[in-house]
């Protein structure tokens, strides 16, 4: 896995929920452009050994670091234990990590609601808050928060999805206002329908409807959402904050009537 332009040499990146599909592809994307990478996970840690591994293997630097975001403190941790590893410096976080059950609003409790709140938004307000604190001493960096096209074309049985995705955007809006002036960036990347093993069998009627729909004719890969987050936290993008880049093969751009 050698450099592909050597865009992120030098930087060191945190990606949260990395351990497969899409953070995984962020990971080694970042890894492929030249940065040493923080390869976090809450559970999946023989996955995300296996993404640092090959990582290593390729010739560059990973570490796998756990923690629970639901949990304030220790997205804090994980922050400071992501800096140590690029000795003092962290130049760039990507908020990946993130849950997405299925449940009618009817019968949606607040302790569901409040699990994919904690989980999708409220990590990324804790992430980026203790990610900012390093960066401002150190010459800034970028933030990239992994949204949805759900934040903007809400699906059934996904409202406190798209409702945290939908507040995850904003976040980053509001961010990039506050801190722009310490040098650091804060977008969002919006992916469409990601394939992923075993996608097709479980859910073959959003999968074919999803094919008919999309002017580019395919699903998304997770390396189509690396290559998006390279770019923002390369100096590519240094006029570029406050953005949310849709990442979806173009179906958002299909008349809906």
């Known amino acids: 896995m050698p450099a592909v332009s050597g865009l992120l040499a030098g930087q060191t990146a ?12 962020i990971a080694l994307r970042f890894a492929e452009e030249g940065a040493a990478v923080v390869v976090h996970c809450r559970t999946s840690v023989t996955a995300a050994g296996e993404v640092a591994a090959r990582i290593r293997d390729s010739g560059g630097r990973a570490v796998v ?7 304030e403190d220790a997205c804090r941790r994980l922050v400071r234990e992501a800096a140590e590893f690029g000795a003092g410096r962290l130049t760039a976080l990507v908020n990946n990590a993130g849950v997405q059950p299925t449940r009618e609003l009817a019968g949606m409790t607040a302790a569901e609601w409040r699990d994919v709140v904690d989980t999708d938004l409220s990590s990324v307000f ?11 001493e150190t010459g800034g960096g970028t ?15 996904h409202a406190h999805y798209c409702a945290a995705k939908a507040a995850v955007v904003m976040h980053a809006r509001s961010a990039a206002l506050e801190y722009g002036p310490l040098g650091i960036r804060v977008n969002t990347v919006s992916p469409g329908l990601i394939d992923r093993e075993g996608l097709a069998e479980a859910l073959p009627e959003g999968v074919a409807r999803w094919q008919r729909a999309v002017p580019t004719g395919r699903l998304g890969r997770p390396e189509d959402i690396g290559d998006a987050c390279v770019f923002l936290a390369s100096p590519l993008a240094s006029w570029i904050t406050g953005h949310d880049l849709v990442v979806d093969g173009g179906v958002s751009a299909r008349p809906t009537w």
Not at 65 to 71: F, I, N
Not at 126 to 136: F, H, L, P
Not at 143 to 157: G, K, L, N, Q
């Open 14 to 25: 945190l990606v949260t929920g990395a351990g497969g599909g899409i953070g995984r592809g």
């Open 65 to 71: 670091l756990r923690a629970d975001l639901t949990d």
């Open 126 to 136: 804790a992430c980026t808050q203790a990610a900012v604190e390093v960066m401002r």
């Open 143 to 157: 933030v990239t928060h992994i949204a949805s096209i759900e934040a903007t074309h809400p699906a059934p049985r």
